[in-house]
């Protein structure tokens, strides 16, 4: 691209980016929910002050983030504003390393371990015993599928969502999905096996509940950690054979 027409496209990103600013602005000050209507593109075009293909190319721009929902036919509706992009992005980005993907997977994965490390050290002392016996549930739903010889990363991401479901905070399981999306996104994409060792896998998840049932939050955190290194190695280990 030349460097005129570099600077040509500027001042409209701009634009583009101010238009996307005002319509989230408007979703604000109306206080508009998530399946919420939004005025016609007419009404936008009136409220901001824009053209019609200024409010259609800002509105395509948020709905790729979630923030708007364009359903032909219907009209144009407020998103969910999920964690959806969050992960797209860091699936390329993991996948557009040189490095075959294993760093960046490496620091997503250092990432969650170190928020779920410091999840763990809150819900430990309030975990109910009918919540201990549903996370030892779920090891023995993975303990089966393991004897069965079948995969079970549902019940793996199910585990880790039921352990921090007492904190009330919706966005902890997003967040959570959206690293494990990735990794499972990665792993399909670099032709990774399943779980080579399910047992160890088991082990691993019947150790936290064993710590926490003895209200041991250092040893829960340790077990955590110990979970943590055995996925990072997995992944490290898959990548030399895949290579």
Known sequence: MSQHTGNRHRPERRVSGRIQRDVMQLILDRGLGPGAPL????????????????????????????????????????????????????????????????????????VR????????????????????????AAVDRMEAAGRAGEPFPELDREFHELLYASLGNALVPQLLGAFWTVFRRVARARGWTDDPAPDLTVARHRAIVTALRARDVEAAQRAMADHFRGIEARAARESREAG
């Open 39 to 110: 005025p016609t593109e007419t009404e936008l075009m009136e409220d901001l002050g824009v053209s019609r293909n200024s409010v259609r190319e800002a509105l395509k721009a948020l709905q790729a983030l979630d923030i708007v929902d364009i359903r032909h036919g219907y009209g144009t509706y407020v998103g969910q504003a999920s964690l959806t992009p969050l992960a797209d992005g860091l699936t390329f980005r993991t996948l557009a390393r040189s490095d075959d993907g294993t760093g960046a997977l490496a620091e997503i994965l250092q």
């Open 113 to 136: 371990e170190v928020l779920e490390e410091g999840l763990i050290r809150r819900v430990a002392a309030t975990l109910t015993d009918a919540e201990l016996d549903r996370l030892e």
